[in-house]
């Protein structure tokens, strides 16, 4: 009886040797300096920001590169699986509008790539004929302790305050007879497969992360698992050492929670004498809370949630550039050199990352926003906000679809100019700050005024009179005046500031009075750009109704 014996045992299907799948999925044909990405999440939960940042980079660096950006579904736990989580993946990559090269889309039987599968539960045999291999060297070996026995071992090495983990003395089977693992495995035993680690924990070897810069790293001596008993895939670890290798990634970017793993997966590489892809952690995302500085939380912060931006209404592209800012220190200068360049086109840099975090913050992201909006086209921000509310308020977007022209009229005051107005910080802000054009709002809007009804109705009275819908906006003002000192009220603030009793008021309150009555508020955007969309029969009905009262 020998190891390969053994193996045969294990794996009696696996047929194919790890020389078969490298033929199978052979060097990309890439320019030199293409870098071949991926996003490999797994579907435990739904992609939040600390997720996105590397998404982001990792396209950025693809596409810069004329290379391969490749999402890869690494689901080999499904007890921990979520229901939805991939296609929540594939929502936000088409909201912000990021293509991946490869990918595989199970519910939609759709799959584009040279090196799929892409999805890990579909992969076992790869990765069986992997660990058989292993098993063949040596490398491996079946590891016959229960979960209770594991757990024990745990407690007693907290007790005794020592590295928690299946290594030396504590990695029981490592040197089983392989005659005697293959009578337990006959019988019927449980096993697991574990790596038979050559590292030594007191050893150091040298690595070289993009992002953090050169550091020195304990080898790693655990025997992790790297198959499980329940299903015969392989642990994540392993997983994505022959995913990372077959496909021929060359830049893994991930979070810096991965960080410490990295051991594990530099002895991984070397186990097989595979080259390592380059490795560029991400830094924590922080935020200010209160005085202090904190990791953004899933849990206290809502803005952590991907789901957060879209339910605001944030322009896409100012989520992306929000992120890009706190990726790259020099991203802001960059943009402000190339105003209109798209952000895939910036030379990202990992040693410009903060390794000590990125602080993101909501009030910077509010000002690109805003900024992002005041540069639209009434036509873009009129999309943006119909898309919108399509998702999230249907009766909004219901006037939106009867009123597409009027409220682009809406969308366009004061836009068209050297600096547009930066009024609207997110689409969900649009109807707070345009309700009032629509009738089908304003009819039950409060109408209040600050100076007494009574002159309230002589003003509009008059205005009525003096008001035609086709005036010009200096025929309007110049009969405003005329209006004013018609009624005793001063045209020249001036004046009115020196002798206030004179005057039964300003013009500043004549044209809030016109304004209060046709918008109920006292501040809006310029009153006559207003006039002219609300049109003669709206002006004339929304003046009545207070002149009836
Ligand atoms: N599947 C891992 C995760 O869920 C990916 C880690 C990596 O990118 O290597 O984050």
Redesign the pocket.
């Known amino acids: 009886m020998n190891r390969e014996d053994l193996a045969n045992l294990i794996f009696p299907t696996i047929t194919k040797t790890i020389a078969d799948y490298e033929k199978m999925y052979p060097e990309r044909n890439l320019e030199n300096e293409a870098k071949v990405t991926?996003?490999?999440?797994?579907p435990?939960g739904f992609m939040h920001i600390g997720?996105f940042m590397?998404t982001l980079i990792n396209y950025v660096l693809a596409k810069q590169s004329n290379g391969i950006f490749y999402l890869r579904n690494?689901d080999t736990d499904s007890s921990r699986e979520v229901d939805g989580a991939v296609s929540y993946i594939r929502h936000v990559f088409s909201h912000y509008h990021i293509k991946p090269d490869e990918y595989e889309y199970k519910d939609l039987n759709e799959t584009k790539g040279l090196y799929a599968p892409y999805i890990q539960s579909e992969r076992k045999e790869i990765y069986q004929t992997f660990i058989k291999y292993l098993i063949q060297e040596g490398k491996a070996y079946p590891c016959f302790l229960t979960p209770e026995e594991i757990d024990s071992i745990r407690e007693g090495q907290a007790k005794d305050k020592r590295r928690i983990g299946i290594y030396g003395r504590y990695a029981k089977y490592r040197d089983l007879p392989v005659e005697e693992a293959m009578k337990r495995i006959k019988k019927g035993e449980v096993y697991t497969i574990r790596l038979k680690s050559s590292g030594d924990f007191n050893r150091k070897f040298k690595f070289n992360d993009l992002a953090f810069g050169e550091m020195e790293l304990p080898e790693n001596d655990l025997d992790i698992p790297i198959m499980k008993s329940k299903d015969g895939l392989p642990t994540?670890h392993f997983a994505?050492l022959v995913d990372?290798h077959l496909m021929h990634t060359t830049h893994?970017?991930?979070?810096q929670?991965?960080l410490s793993?990295v051991p594990i997966?530099y002895e991984l590489f070397k186990t097989f004498g595979f080259k390592m892809p380059k490795y560029i952690h991400i830094p924590l995302i922080l935020k200010k809370d209160g005085e202090s500085i904190r990791k953004i939380s899933k849990r206290l912060d809502p803005e952590a949630k991907m789901s957060y931006y879209e339910e605001k209404g944030y322009p896409y592209l100012a989520v992306i550039e929000a992120v890009m800012t706190i990726a790259n220190s020099n991203y802001e200068a960059w943009r402000e050199g190339h105003p209109t360049e798209p952000y895939t086109n910036f030379p990202f840099s990992p040693k410009k990352m903060s390794a000590s975090g990125a602080l993101f913050d909501l009030d910077k992201l509010d000002n690109i926003s805003k900024n992002i909006i005041s540069r639209m086209t009434k036509e873009e921000v009129y999309e943006g906000v119909l898309n919108w509310s399509k998702e999230y308020d249907i009766e909004f977007y219901n006037l939106l679809i009867k009123y597409k022209d009027y409220s682009m009229l809406i969308y366009n005051i004061e836009r068209e100019q050297k600096k547009p107005r930066k009024d609207y910080t997110y689409y969900s802000e649009i109807k707070e700050k345009t309700w009032y054009m629509y009738d089908e709002y304003f009819k039950d809007a409060t109408i209040t005024f600050a100076s007494p009804i009574q002159q309230v109705k002589t003003i509009l009275e008059e205005y009525k009179t003096i008001y035609q819908e086709e005036d010009l906006q200096e025929q309007w003002f110049t009969k405003i005046k005329e209006l004013c000192t018609k009624l005793n009220y001063a045209t020249d603030m001036k004046a009115y500031k020196e002798n206030p009793e004179k005057y039964l008021g300003s013009i500043v309150d004549v044209t809030n009075i016109i304004r209060v009555a046709l918008t109920s508020l006292t501040t809006t955007p310029d009153l006559y750009s207003i006039m002219k969309i609300l049109g003669k029969e709206k002006v004339l009905a929304r003046i009545e109704k207070i002149l009836v009262k």
Do not use: Q
């Open positions: 991926r996003f490999a999440p797994s435990t997720h590397p690494e994540y994505h990372d893994v970017v991930r979070g929670e991965w793993s997966h």
